[in-house]
C-alpha cells in the first residue's frame, strides 16, 4: 500500500519532467527558453588593415654611370675617389681636349634645353595647382544626399586629388633632375672657361661614389643615389597577395617611427630556378617616402605590406561571426531584451576583427559565442555585475544617466 502511494507521486513528477524537457527541446516548439549570455560586444566603426611582414635591405634607388669617350679626347686623372659624396655639379674627372670651344657651345645649348624644358614643367606644376583648388572648391554634397552618396562624393574628389598630388610630385621631381643637370652644364662651361686645354666631367645627381674604374672602362664611375628604396623577397604565399602600388611600412629598431612607402617593382619569376622540391622566392622593389639618416645603405628592415585596408565601418570580433549553409550571421542582443538570429554581409576579416557591410550598425550587440539554432527571438538574461563607484566612473556618467540614478535612489527611499 505504501509502495503505492509512493509510486502514484513520482510517476506523475517523472511524467511530468519528460514532457516538459520533450516540449521545450523541440525544433518547433512554441515553448520559450532563456538564453544565459555570458560575454558579449558591441559593434563599433573602425579600421581593418590585412597585411603581412617580410624581410628588407635598403638599398640606394638608383646608380647612375659616368662614361668617358676617349675619341679626340685625353684622360687627365679622377678627382673623387671611391666612398666619396658628391653633389650635382661635383668635378669627377679632368680630361684635355683641342675641341673645348666646341664642347662650350654644346653645353650651353644642351643648358639652354634643358632650362627651356623646366619652364614648361613649372607651368604644368602651376595648371595641376589651379585644378587642385577647383576640384577642392567644387566638392559640394546635396543636403539630400545619403550616407552611400556622400561617401561616394568624398572618394570621388579624394581620388582626383590624390591623382593631382602625385602628378605633381612627378613633375617636381622631373623639374629637380633638370636643375641638377643645369648645374652640371654650367659647372662644366666654368671649368672650360677657367682652364686652358683641360676639361670636366661633372656629377649629375647627388650620391656617394660606388666604384671607379681605373683602367677607363666604362662606365669610369658608378655613383649611388642618395634616395633609398627597400629590397626583398616574397614567398609563394606572399606573391600571391602582392601586388604593385601596394602600401608598405618600413620599421627597424634604430628607426623610432615606421616610414611609408610603397612596392614599385616585383620581378615575376623566381629568384632561383623552381624546383619541385625547394620553395621559390621573388625580388620586390619598393618606394620610401620618407628619408631617416639612421637609414643607411645596407640596413635590415623588416617590411609589412598592406594587402587590404577599411576605415570607418562597423567592426566586430570574428568569433561573434558563425557561418550557415549559404550566409553568416551573428547574434544580435536586441534593446527588448530578445536574442535575435541575424544575417550579414561580412566583409574584410582579419586579426581577429571583422568588417559588417549589411545587417547590422555601429552600437548594436552581439554575442560573442554561438546559441542553439532552435533558438529564435529567445529572451537572454546576463551576470549580475556589482559597480562600485568611485569619482572617475561618476565622471564618465552622461547627465542624463546622473540624474536617473539620483532620481532612482530618491523614489526607493
Do not use: C
Not at 687627365?76 to 650635382?88: R, T
Request: aromatic share 6%; proline share 4%.
Amino acid at each position: 500500500m505504501k509502495n503505492w502511494k509512493i509510486a502514484a507521486i513520482v510517476l506523475p513528477a517523472i511524467l511530468l519532467v519528460v514532457v516538459n524537457i520533450y516540449l521545450t527541446l523541440r525544433e518547433d516548439s512554441k515553448v520559450q527558453r532563456t538564453v544565459y549570455v555570458e560575454q558579449w560586444k558591441k559593434a563599433k566603426n573602425g579600421s581593418i588593415t590585412e597585411s603581412f611582414v617580410t624581410k628588407g635591405v635598403i638599398k640606394p634607388s638608383e646608380e647612375h654611370f659616368v662614361y668617358f669617350n676617349g675619341q679626340d679626347k685625353e684622360f687627365e686623372q679622377f678627382l673623387v675617389n671611391e666612398g666619396d659624396a658628391v653633389s650635382a655639379g661635383t668635378p669627377l674627372f679632368e680630361y684635355s681636349s683641342p675641341q673645348l670651344e666646341t664642347e662650350k657651345r654644346e653645353l650651353e645649348a644642351e643648358k639652354e634645353a634643358a632650362e627651356g624644358e623646366i619652364s614648361s614643367i613649372e607651368e604644368q606644376i602651376d595648371k595641376l595647382e589651379d585644378y587642385q583648388l577647383t576640384v577642392e572648391a567644387d566638392e559640394q554634397i546635396p543636403d539630400t544626399a545619403d550616407s552611400t552618396e556622400i561617401f561616394t562624393i568624398e572618394n570621388s574628389s579624394e581620388e582626383i586629388i590624390s591623382s593631382i598630388e602625385q602628378d605633381i610630385y612627378q613633375q617636381e621631381h622631373e623639374r629637380n633632375k633638370l636643375e641638377q643637370r643645369v648645374k652640371k652644364y654650367e659647372a662644366q662651361i666654368k671649368s672650360i672657361e677657367e682652364q686652358s686645354g683641360a676639361a670636366t666631367i661633372s656629377s649629375d645627381v647627388d650620391g656617394i661614389v660606388k666604384r671607379i674604374d681605373k683602367d677607363l672602362g666604362n662606365p669610369v664611375i658608378v655613383i649611388a643615389s642618395n634616395t633609398p628604396s627597400v629590397e626583398g623577397y616574397f614567398n609563394e604565399k606572399q606573391m600571391g597577395k602582392a601586388s604593385e602600388g601596394m602600401e608598405v611600412k618600413v620599421s627597424s629598431e634604430s628607426l623610432k617611427k615606421k616610414l611609408n612607402g610603397s612596392i614599385q617593382k616585383i620581378n615575376p619569376y623566381p629568384v632561383e630556378e623552381p624546383t619541385v622540391k625547394k620553395e621559390s622566392s621573388y625580388l620586390f622593389n619598393g618606394t620610401i617616402e620618407e628619408v631617416s639618416e639612421k637609414l643607411f645603405s645596407g640596413s635590415k628592415v623588416n617590411v609589412t605590406v598592406i594587402t587590404d585596408k577599411v576605415t570607418g565601418v562597423p567592426v566586430v570580433p570574428s568569433k561573434a561571426v558563425h557561418k550557415g549553409h549559404k550566409e553568416k550571421y551573428v547574434y544580435q542582443l536586441t534593446s527588448a531584451g530578445l536574442l535575435a538570429k541575424k544575417t550579414i554581409s561580412a566583409g574584410l576579416s582579419f586579426n581577429g576583427k571583422q568588417e559588417v557591410k549589411k545587417g547590422l550598425k555601429s552600437g548594436n550587440t552581439v554575442l560573442l559565442s554561438a546559441a542553439p539554432d532552435s533558438i529564435k527571438n529567445a529572451p537572454f538574461i546576463t551576470p549580475v555585475k556589482t559597480w562600485d563607484p568611485n569619482i572617475k566612473t561618476i565622471k564618465k556618467l552622461s547627465k542624463r544617466e546622473k540624474l536617473r540614478y539620483v532620481l532612482i535612489g530618491v523614489l526607493e527611499k
